[in-house]
Every structure is written in C-alpha cells, then in structure tokens.
C-alpha cells in the first residue's frame, strides 16, 4: 500500500537558518505530492504541491521538488522565520477515485529568534 | 467564506459513552472524510464518503461509525468499543479532479476520562 515516510522531529532551528525536512513514499502509478503545515491547535493548510515527475512546489519561500528517480519530496527553506514554528506533514494522493491522502507522521519545526 | 466547520473545539467524555462530533461544509464539496490525529502518529483515515448516504472505512474505523444524509454534514460518532480516543479529529472534504481541493477543519479534541 501506500506510504509516507518524513524525517522525525522535533527540529529546532535559529531564525534565518536553512531547513530540510526529508520525505519519501511508496505508492503505486505516479501520486500527487504535498506538503501540509499545521500551526498549534489548528487544522491543516496546504503548503505547496507537485502532481508530475520533477514539478517543484513552492509558497511563502517553501520549496519541495517531486523526484521520481528517488521517491521523494524534500521540503526546503532558505530562511527561516520564527513564525514557521509549526508542525509540516509531508502527504501524497495516488490515482485512483477515492482521493484518499496518507500522510506521513510530521514534524515539529521550532524556530527560535 | 465557504469552508468546514467541526464542534465543538474541545470535548470531554467518560469512559463508555458515545460521543458525536460534527463535521459540516458549506463548499459543495461530494468526498468528505475524518481523520484522527497522535502525537507521534501522523494524521490516520478513520471513514470516508465520496457520495450522500455511502461511505468506506478507513485504516482505522473499528470503534467509530458515520453517517451521510446530506452533502453538507458527515458526523462522527465515537463508540465506547473504541478502546483509546482520546486524539484531535479531523474532518476533510475534496472538490474532486484538484489536486489542491481539500479543504481541513480545525479540528476537535476529544479527551475521554
């Protein structure tokens, strides 16, 4: 079946350092990628996505490019900014008509100034 | 402003009584689903609909059941054979054929004691 798999947490980062979060799946056919950030007692937001092979994601200076050649969809950031402290989950949609999303477990990102 | 609403916020139960949270959408949205939230976990499929009066379970429906009488509402109800829920819930819904189409509610916490 389906599966996500992200770096485990919690990483903590100074303000204006860079962040990776790591990202890999398993799925069958070709997926639509995504990232999602959930900020304390909140639901979730899309972050960014990528529906093909080498598209690249990108919001509020967020990056993730879908790499089928290593299954995977790292999320980057040049810069971050205290208010990115939050919890980002990496998340994928295989075909099919459910439209199902599994996610992976998250990870929590504090940022500190 | 369309979007999904979920009540109450916060919610506390004693142990062996079913307790029903709400779900409801005003985004003319035909899938909707819930989630339920772990520390740790990551986000896991509990049940779906794609379509009034049908749904499917999920990877982890024993425990709960739902019911889907109208487009707008999909309502969750948490019986006492679920053995641990106390967990943040979460409710979805999708336009269908967009890849960015689901739109998440901000969740309740349910504490059972």
């Known amino acids: 079946g389906d599966s996500v798999t992200q770096m485990e947490g919690p990483v903590t980062l100074s303000e204006e350092a860079f962040l990776t979060i790591n990202c890999t799946y398993t799925?069958?056919?070709?997926?639509?990628l995504f990232w999602y950030v959930q900020y304390p007692g909140e639901g979730l937001q899309l972050l960014l996505k990528?529906?093909?092979?080498?598209d690249k994601g990108s919001n509020k200076g967020f990056e993730a490019t879908y790499r089928k050649e290593t299954t995977s969809f790292h999320l980057e950031k040049g810069s971050v900014q205290v208010s990115d402290s939050a919890v980002y989950f990496c998340?994928?949609?295989?075909?099919?008509?459910?439209?199902?999303?599994?996610f992976g477990k998250g990870t929590l990102l504090t940022v500190n100034p | 402003d369309g979007g999904i609403t979920q009540s109450p916020k916060y919610l506390f139960r004693k142990e062996g009584q079913n307790v029903t949270l709400s779900c409801e959408q005003n985004?003319?949205?035909?899938?909707m689903y819930w989630y339920r939230q772990d520390p740790g976990q990551g986000l896991r499929l509990i049940y779906y609909?794609?379509?009034?009066?049908?749904?499917q379970k999920g990877d982890i429906a024993e425990g709960y059941s739902v019911s889907r009488e109208k487009k707008e509402s999909f309502p969750l109800t948490v019986t006492s054979a679920q053995k641990n829920p106390t967990a943040f819930y979460l409710c979805?819904?999708?336009?269908?054929?967009?890849?960015?189409?689901?739109?998440f509610g901000s969740g309740t916490r349910l504490t059972v004691v």
């Open positions: 609909s794609q379509i009034v009066n049908d749904f």
């Open positions: 979805a819904s999708y336009r269908g054929q967009h890849p960015e189409g689901y739109t």
């Open positions: 985004l003319n949205h035909d899938a």
């Open positions: 990528a529906t093909k092979a080498d």
């Open positions: 799925a069958t056919g070709y997926p639509s």
């Open positions: 998340a994928l949609r295989s075909g099919g008509s459910n439209y199902k999303l599994t």
